[in-house]
């Protein structure tokens, strides 16, 4: 990668025509090449997601078959005195002939014909678990159903997308002002305050539980999302430090030109900054989007006793019994969550390529 | 070119404040303040409490089955964790052992994935980034059943995958990916990688955020790919990088939910998922020790704290502002 | 100047604040399990004081009930507990001023945090159940002392000795009202493709095999039938030559969601402390069982190991719902739900595909068929210790009990209701419900879920013993024996000392 990429740049200026078309070949080679790489490291990325896709399309029992094939199938079946049964690979007389079994046995088993009923039980001598089943696909798209009617979806992605869209603007605004003033600001304490603003991080939250608990008990907030929602509005130690952290590249030229200008530091902050920051303040908000999203935790314990208000990521565990679980089910209502997030995804990939332009022309 | 760092500053700290201040610097210390206030207010209010009235548990024998039998017992918690629990050191050792194996893989994958993901030599750039990002967002339920059946040794699909390159992968003899102590470490990493779409999302940012301008130059002057990855790229993202660090190792400190879902509470095998983490849940949760829980929760606070005052002063070493301060 | 002032303003605001947050948070910690300090944490608590007298105050209580440390998070059960509380709050509750409220966990594997948060958090529910022992100990002391309110109260509808199981360190935590006890579950078309005979029914009967022969219905026979039932992808089982344990696509037996205390039952009841309870030690019987144990995993093959016990070949953990294996020992509140996939589609009979038969005897020839049971409590930290009491004690009447019994797949603690259950078409899973009412004669004393020193703790340890040993196939299970002692003694001297 190193020794071609190199290439698609020096299409310089004064490329003949000749030049030209083997450049492009060459470009075009790289771009295969880089692409071909991506995409195999792709694969082995995404492999337990297969996984988990192929496992939301089939029944338990096709997920039980230890001869399965890897796609959703099942043995064809025949009815037989009022038994379904499975239709086998039966090798007989120099034949493979698909027959029913209707009596599985160790030495021998019992198999009909299932075109040819009049010609009576045909007995094979023989382990019938060597014979392959006849099979079709079967592909369990009901489980998608299931798992929208079963936890009422509509209401979970209310409630979670609320929660999201709420705190995101809170959280990323007032962590981007905390980020500048950390940032550009000399003040006494500053150190200390930084890393008191990181020590929150630092004490695990489980043992801050009880206290924070009992605090919200007491004003009356648990069975509320106020105790989820109103803490992020204030910044946390996440978001800051990651702003901080890129104000700090951002070079202070301009901020002294427009201050020269006569700007204030709160213009300065929206005018200057921010614009620069995008790609940054992009990447918070979906950090944050998706926190919100799949905190799990936090809503479990504030909003118990209130089934009808929690947010998807506590209401996947409905589907996890005590000690059954339906691994399809929850499979397939994690894909159901999964798109939301994936097509916010995808289009903010705009506002990213957005914050090339923006720093590129403003450099 | 400006280099700065948080402990510089505290080095330079008391100077300034016995001196005089200007009316510049009073004004300037006033509006720093102003802009932080949120998060002060937010934390007086909302953490404050919280975390003092953990340091309140940690000097009391608090059972949550019967917390209104709680009573101080003074330092107790302290020296148990400290002179009479083993458990407590191997707990030290084998989260640090696997953030020293972790943090530097996931570091680098991260950074990989994120120049991969920015090249514009890759077609479907958008889809790829997506895709790479998707298992970050598969809800936690969904990911611990995942992996689970993913990794079993006897019908996991990374065993099956394995045994098609003809290694004996499978079986009561072959890899154990969660039964076999020295694989451990791996194996979440491995598991933790998979999840690093914040990290990688992080580096694009900070890729994104090099002027074009520096790269075009570079170019004109005839740098290659590397030498304009090592002299542009990685200097101007070592300030995402740095905070990449800082929080994957608090982060791994911290290292719970993945061995706490699929190896238990025993530490088992053979206490290698002994996390310090899952220790500490045990015995503030299983065992209702709240007050000894605290106090495990403040040791692991101070050494994350010694851990980051470390790392912070670091920074002066390769960490580039382009800022200043 | 001026802003040194300020800062030393700002030092002595945060640090006031911290005192105040310690005294505060001191506080709410210390009362949180009173009757009396924690009124503030909801609205209802004001009428407390006087409460006791009788319900005409003409304020309506809120009484919440916790559902999550033992059966009642699934689905299917959860409407038919909030018909429970919708008959409450249309009968008794508004003529006595309560009003019952249904919290059902959202995650069990995290009920009991939630519930220990709520309880110290100063918003402690006020009745928590159904719960087992195992449950119960988590909350060991926390709970309220029946005792004086069941002074009164007609217990002859009761076996002495199930009331007697609730009394845990002296209190009284709770009433029974159903009780579960083991049964040995069986696939019947794995029996028929083996050409095998079905197990005994009758407690105590012989087993007899496919050509009449009669044999002692015990753990050895039981071993004969489960290798025979095991079987390879090749139709091989673990007598065939060329049989592969790796391939293996069905199993003969296997002992699920239990801890070892609850695996050893099948060779009779015992305990890991002395009769001085503060001795460890380590039963012969139960020696005996976790060598059955470990050579069933890795000899004889016919017993699931983890690997396999955790893929979905074996149902995810659920391993009789898969199909693929012979038989499993397990309570009667498995009933239903857990076969739901085996017998479901197909519109097959679910007598069809299993049935249930006596367990076993142990190697001395003594059956033992551990009992589980529920009971519902109430948390000490409640506000309202009075009007939870009168839910419970409603909860527990002849009426109400053997209706929640049933939500959970119980047989009714109260006598009087166990017939009128076992014949209610409503019960009818498919199998003969005389077979596990033989089996309350049958129970493991002392309980695998007996109390021990430090309970959870030991409890603890004595997994992280057990995984270790069945995960290994070349495990010592001789050395395993002699070392557990050395880990639960300390434990226990922390716990007495």
Redesign the interface.
């Known amino acids: 990668m190193a020794t071609t990429t190199p290439s698609q740049e020096t299409i310089a200026q004064e490329a003949t025509p000749e030049w030209k078309v083997r450049a492009r070949r060459r470009e075009i080679l790289v771009k295969l090449g880089v692409t071909t790489f991506a995409a195999a490291v792709l694969a082995l990325f995404l492999m337990p997601m297969g996984y988990a896709m192929v496992t939301s399309l089939k029944t338990s029992q096709q997920a039980a078959d230890p001869q399965a094939p890897i796609l959703p199938a099942e043995a064809v079946t025949f009815e037989y005195e009022g038994k379904e049964v499975d239709v086998l690979q039966v090798p007989i007389d120099g034949e493979t002939r698909e027959l029913a079994i209707v009596r599985k046995g160790r030495q021998d088993s019992d198999f009909v014909d299932p075109g040819n009923l009049e010609a009576g039980v045909i007995t094979w001598e023989g382990a019938w678990r060597q014979l392959s089943p006849v099979r079709e696909p079967a592909w369990q798209w009901g489980n998608y159903k299931e798992a929208w009617d079963f936890i009422n979806f509509p209401r979970l992605l209310f409630w979670t997308l609320l929660y999201s869209f709420v705190t995101l603007i809170g959280a990323v605004t007032s962590s981007a002002f905390v980020a500048y003033g950390f940032s550009r600001f000399k003040f006494p304490g500053r150190t200390t305050l930084f890393i008191v603003l990181i020590g929150t991080i630092l004490l695990p939250p489980a043992v801050t539980l009880i206290p924070s608990y009992a605090f919200f008990t007491w004003i009356g907030w648990t069975g509320t999302w106020l105790p989820l929602i109103v803490p992020l509005m204030f910044g946390n130690a996440y978001n800051v430090f990651l702003l901080r952290q890129y104000f700090l590249t951002i070079p202070r030229e301009m901020e002294q030109a427009a201050s020269v200008d006569g700007a204030g530091p709160l213009r300065t902050f929206v005018e200057i900054i921010l614009p620069q920051a995008v790609p940054a303040l992009t990447a918070v908000s979906l950090f944050h989007f998706f926190f919100a999203w799949n905190n799990f935790f936090d809503p479990l314990i504030y909003l118990a006793g209130n089934r009808d208000i929690v947010p998807i990521s506590v209401g996947l565990n409905f589907f996890n019994g005590t000690y059954d679980t339906d691994p399809n089910l929850i499979m397939a209502a994690s894909f159901i969550a999964l798109i939301i997030p994936l097509v916010i995804f995808f289009f903010s990939q705009r506002v990213f390529l957005s914050g090339i332009v923006v720093s590129g022309a403003d450099k | 070119m400006t280099f ?1 760092d ?2 510089a ?2 080095r330079a ?1 008391p100077k ?2 016995r001196g005089k ?1 200007s009316d510049s ?2 004004h ?9 206030s ?17 340091f ?2 940690s000097l ?1 024998d ?9 009573e101080v017992v003074g330092l107790a918690n302290w020296a148990r964790m400290l002179f009479d629990d083993s458990n407590v050191w191997q707990g030290l050792w084998v989260t640090t052992r696997f953030a020293l194996i972790s943090l530097p893989i996931g570091l680098a994958a991260a950074f990989f ?1 994120a120049v ?2 920015n ?25 611990a ?6 990794l ?7 065993n099956r ?1 394995i045994e098609l390159f003809g290694i004996n992968a ?3 003899d ?1 890899i ?1 990916w969660l ?1 076999t102590p020295y694989l451990i470490p791996f194996t979440f990493t491995f598991i933790g990688i ?1 999840g690093i ?2 990290a990688i ?2 580096n ?3 890729l ?7 790269h075009e130059a570079a ?1 004109i002057d005839g740098a ?3 030498r304009r990855l090592r002299t542009i790229s990685i200097p ?1 993202v070592t ?2 990088l ?2 990449n660090l ?2 994957g190792a ?1 982060g791994l ?2 290292y719970f939910l993945q061995p706490f879902v699929l190896n ?7 206490g290698a998922t002994n996390f310090f ?1 899952i220790y ?3 015995q ?5 020790q ?1 007050g000894y ?2 106090a495990l ?2 040791l ?2 101070f050494y ?2 010694a851990l ?2 470390i790392l912070f002063g670091t920074q002066k070493y390769w960490v580039y ?5 | 100047m001026r802003l040194r002032k300020y800062r030393g303003f700002l030092a002595l605001l945060l640090v006031l604040t911290l005192v105040a947050a310690a005294c505060g948070g001191g506080d709410d910690t210390g009362d949180g399990g009173g009757d009396t300090g924690t009124t503030a944490a909801s609205g209802g608590g004001g009428g407390d004081g006087g409460g006791g007298d009788g319900g005409s105050s003409g304020e309506t209580v809120d009484i919440r009930w916790f559902v999550g440390l033992g059966a009642g998070t699934d689905a299917p059960v959860i409407p038919l507990q909030e018909a429970i509380v919708e008959q409450f709050n249309s009968t008794y509750g508004p003529a006595n001023g309560i009003n019952l409220i249904l919290e059902v966990s959202p995650d069990p594997d995290q009920s009991a945090t939630l519930m220990q948060t709520q309880i110290s958090g100063g918003n402690s529910p006020d009745i928590a159940g159904p719960v087992g022992v195992k449950g119960a100990a988590q909350f060991f002391g926390g709970w309220l002392d029946l005792a004086p309110y069941l002074a009164d109260y007609d217990l002859t509808d009761f076996d002495p000795s199930l009331v007697e199981f609730w009394n845990q360190g002296g209190v009284q935590i709770g009433l029974p009202f159903a009780v579960f006890p083991q049964i040995l579950w069986f696939n019947k078309e794995l029996f028929d493709e083996a050409g095998l005979a079905y197990p005994p029914q009758d407690w105590g009967a012989p087993y007899v095999d496919a050509d009449g022969n009669e044999k002692p219905w015990n753990l050895d026979t039981l071993r004969e039938l489960a290798i025979e039932l095991t079987v390879d992808s090749n139709g091989l089982t673990p007598n065939d030559d060329g049989f592969d344990p790796d391939a293996r696509v069905q199993w003969g037996f296997g002992n699920m969601f239990n801890d070892f205390r609850g695996n050893a039952s099948l060779f009779g009841g015992g305990s890991f402390v002395a009769a001085d309870n503060e001795t460890c030690q380590f039963p012969d019987n139960w020696a005996t069982a976790a060598n059955w144990y470990h050579d069933a995993i890795w000899d004889d093959y016919f017993h699931p190991d983890a690997a396999f016990g955790d893929s979905e070949i074996l149902g995810s953990g659920n391993w009789f719902n898969s199909g693929n294996i012979g038989m499993i020992a397990i309570h009667t509140w498995y009933a239903g739900w857990g076969t739901a996939d085996l017998t479901g589609g197909d519109n097959t009979d679910p007598g069809d595909v299993f049935d249930i038969a006596a367990i076993p005897a142990g190697p001395d020839g003594v059956i033992t068929a551990k009992l589980h049971g529920d009971t519902m409590g109430i948390p000490k930290a409640t506000e309202n210790p009075e009007k939870a009491v009168e839910v419970l004690l409603w909860m527990m009447s002849p009426e109400i009990a053997p209706q929640l019994a049933a939500i959970y797949g119980g047989i009714p603690a109260r006598e009087s209701a166990q017939q009128p259950y076992i014949t209610d078409p409503a019960n009818d899973f498919g199998f003969d419900w005389n077979v596990a009412l033989g089996a309350l004669s049958y129970p493991d004393i002392p309980s695998h879920e007996g109390w021990w020193p430090a309970y959870q703790e030991s409890s603890d340890a004595m997994n992280e013993w057990w995984t270790e040993l069945t995960n290994d196939p070349g495990a010592d299970i001789t050395a395993g024996i002699d070392n557990l002692c050395g880990l639960l003694q300390p434990i226990y001297d922390r716990a007495t000392g």
């Open positions: 700065s948080a402990i500053e505290s700290g300034l404040r201040m610097e009073k300037e210390a006033k509006l720093g303040l102003a802009f932080i949120p998060w002060l207010i937010g934390f007086l209010i909302f953490y404050a409490v919280p975390m003092l009235a953990s309140v548990f009391m608090y059972n949550l089955a019967t917390p209104e039998d709680a994935l991969l993901l090249s514009t030599n890759l077609w479907g750039r958008n889809i790829f980034r997506t895709l790479f990002f998707a298992p970050s967002l598969v809800p936690f339920v969904a990911s059943l995942i992996w689970s059946q993913v079993n040794s006897q019908t996991g699909w990374v995958i499978v079986g009561i072959g154990r039964d998979w779409g914040n999302l992080i694009l940012a900070g994104q955020g090099i002027p074009t301008a520096l170019q290659g790919w590397w101007m300030p995402v740095f905070y800082v929080l608090v400190l911290q238990g509470t025993t530490g088992y095998p053979e983490m500490l849940y045990k503030a949760f299983d065992f209702s709240m829980g605290a929760a403040w692991l606070f994350g704290l980051t005052v502002y382009a800022a200043g301060d």
